[in-house]
C-alpha cells in the first residue's frame, strides 16, 4: 500500500505540516491524495487501498472509521490538537474523553502521539491498547524548528524584512 490519503480540516493549520509530510517521504515512493473529509472519501471510492491517515479518533468519527476500514484501508490518527498546550494530567485526559473512545481505538491500526506527554497519557487511558500507540513527533512542531523553519520560509522572511526594515514586537499585560 503505497497510497496515503491526508485530510485537510482547517488549511491554515494543517495544509503547510501536511505538505511537508508530503515532501519528506514522496521519495519513498508513496502517492498521496490531499484534501477536505469529502474529497478523500470520493477518493477513497475512486482510487482503492491505502493508508488512511486521520486527524483524530473523536466519538463521532465511529461509522467514517468503519467505512474507511471497510475498504481495506489502514487507519492512522496523529491528533492535530494533541494537547500539547494542555497543563497537566487531569486536562489531557479530560481532553482525550471527547477527542476519543475505546470502540474507536479497537477500530484503527495506530495512534500517533506528539511526545512523551501525550504518548504517556495515551497509554495511561488505553493501556490494553498500548500496542497501537506510537511516539513519533508531528510534523507541525518539526515546521517550529528553526532550521526548517528559515529554510522552508527564508524567502518570505527576507521580503517582510526588505519591506519592513527593523521592527518589534511589544508585548503588554493588559
Known sequence: ???????????SRELISKLFFIGNNIKEKFYFVIGDKLAIKRATNLFGKGVYFYKSLNKNDTNHIKRIKKKGNIYLSLDEEGGYALSNDINFLSFLKFRSSIENLKLVDRIYTWGNF????????YSNYSYK???TGAPRLDLWRKEIFNKIFSEDIEKIKRKYQSFFFRFLNL
Open 133 to 135: 500507540i506510537k511516539k
Open 1 to 11: 500500500m503505497n497510497l496515503i490519503y491526508l485530510t485537510v480540516e482547517v488549511k
Open 118 to 125: 501525550d504518548d504517556r497519557l495515551w497509554k495511561k487511558k
